[in-house]
């Protein structure tokens, strides 16, 4: 067994943990360190070979993979330390327990910045009837078989769902030379970013089926066809409506969930709606010494947004750990009409300008999105669109932050739908 002590330590090498270990250094911490089970740093970035990351954040459009390495290069020229191919366990008080090949290590900590990311949802969540043959992945697998390791995962291809990763993987099989021959999708809307529907399905001739589900899997060995349906107001499968399409790969690409099972370790109060940790404006959570960012915390829609807030994870941490976090009076921070979640969910009442990011219930037009506290409207903006699949941020100026008052509130009403 082994001891370490620091000022911060980051569990989870993506861009979360790297942004938040590079902005806790830079805000005093001494020693910071980025616990990663992997054996390279970037995270999920290292199989996302797509350009599309960094716009908002660096200006430019890059891979993945480049977006990633900015970050390492940044992180190394800091000085912070990486333990790669070391996985965190538990979280016992102010010690995180790991494990690599030395084996367990603990890690005495100021504060602890949890960034492990999320993983997909699978068939068995789904619980899809239909034998189990070979040629059903889900759409992160498939990415990361095609991109990291060569393969081709098949020829005919039906997604389920229409969230950012399936749509990047119609046109990433499309390219490959497979045919797609539809996205299904349960919900009456997209649930990915509109740019995505454009560029990866539209520009490629691929039929996007909304409220549809898969109701059968056909198939022994490997699928040979699967039997779709439309679906009711309730999500109920109209059977007499189906149809069957041959294809003989299935891509999942059904929702993300948020890695918590280390935030649980720590008994951290975690959101019902979002999965992931209940915090304040600094990612703090109701364990004032452990903050948490990225993926974990919710699932976003653009890296560019989890750099952003990992800063602030990163900075509150070390202002934590060098005793410099005044704590401050917290107003609840709640969605309301319109609003699927709000995040953070609590706000410490200082001067400082804060940032909400939050999801639309639904989408429409010319929307009006505003936060108020008890006193009245605090923040008003007006969108042409918005849709659930697209964050949106909103700051509530300093001055209106640190004197506000009852429970702040984000709605969202649409013109038109
Ligand atoms: C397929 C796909 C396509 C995308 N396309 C785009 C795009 O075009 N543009 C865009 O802006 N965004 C895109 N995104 C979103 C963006 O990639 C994510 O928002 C971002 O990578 C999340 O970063 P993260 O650091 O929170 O999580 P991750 O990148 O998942 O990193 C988490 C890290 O934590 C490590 N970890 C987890 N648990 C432990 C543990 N117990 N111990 C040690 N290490 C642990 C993991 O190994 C991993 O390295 C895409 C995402 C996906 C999945």
């Known amino acids: 067994m082994k001891d370490i002590k620091c000022c911060v330590v980051v569990v989870g090498a993506g861009p979360a943990g790297m942004a938040a270990a590079i902005s806790a250094k830079k805000n005093g911490a001494e020693k910071v360190i980025i616990i990663e089970r992997e054996n390279r740093t970037g995270g999920i970035l290292k199989q996302c070979i797509h350009a599309g990351f960094g716009l908002q954040y660096f200006g430019e459009e890059l891979t993945g993979p480049e977006y990633a390495e900015k970050f390492s290069v940044l992180a190394n020229e800091t000085g912070i330390e990486f333990m790669l191919n070391t996985?965190?366990?538990e979280i016992k008080d102010k010690t995180l327990v790991c494990v690599n090949t030395e084996g367990i290590v603990n890690i005495h900590f100021g504060a602890l910045v949890l960034a492990m990311g999320c993983r997909e949802r699978t068939r068995a969540n789904l619980v899809i009837p239909g034998s189990r043959p070979a040629g059903i992945y889900s759409?992160?697998?498939?990415?990361?078989?095609i991109n990291i390791f060569g393969h081709k995962v098949g020829k005919e291809v039906v997604i389920l769902g229409s969230g950012d990763i399936g749509m990047i993987m119609?046109?990433?099989?499309?390219?490959?030379?497979?045919?797609?021959?539809?996205?299904?999708?349960?919900?009456?809307?997209?649930?990915?970013?509109?740019?995505?529907?454009a560029q990866c399905l539209d520009d490629f001739g691929i039929p996007l089926m909304l409220s549809h589900t898969v109701v059968d899997i056909i198939g022994v060995d490997r699928v040979e066809a699967v039997t779709i349906a439309p679906v009711d107001e309730n999500r109920q499968p109209i059977m007499e409506k189906a149809e069957t399409i041959s294809c003989d790969t299935l891509l999942l690409s059904v929702g993300l969930i948020p890695e918590n099972e280390l935030t649980r370790s720590a008994d951290v109060a975690l959101s019902g709606i979002t999965k992931g940790a209940i915090v304040n404006q600094y990612k703090q959570t109701d364990k004032p010494y452990i903050f948490a960012c990225?993926?974990?915390?919710?699932?976003?829609d653009l890296v560019d947004h989890v750099s952003h807030e990992s800063e602030d994870a990163g900075k509150y941490a070390a202002l934590y750990a060098a005793g410099k976090l005044e704590s401050a009076d917290e107003l609840a921070v709640e969605p309301g009409d319109g609003v699927r979640y709000v995040c953070p969910q609590k706000m410490a009442c200082v001067d400082d300008n804060v940032d909400l990011y939050f999801r639309t219930a639904a989408p429409g037009r010319n929307t009006t999105l505003t936060i108020s506290d008890d006193s009245g409207v605090l923040v008003t903006k007006k969108l042409i669109r918005t849709t659930p699949g697209t964050i949106e941020k909103l700051t509530i100026p300093a001055d209106k932050a640190k004197n506000a008052i009852g429970k702040i509130v984000v709605k969202a009403e649409h013109k038109e739908a």
């Open 294 to 300: 990225g993926n974990v915390l919710h699932v976003n």
């Open 87 to 89: 996985t965190a366990l």
């Open 170 to 197: 119609a046109r990433r099989l499309s390219l490959g030379g497979a045919k797609v021959k539809a996205v299904v999708e349960i919900m009456p809307y997209l649930a990915g970013l509109v740019r995505n529907k």
């Open 139 to 145: 759409a992160g697998t498939a990415q990361k078989l």
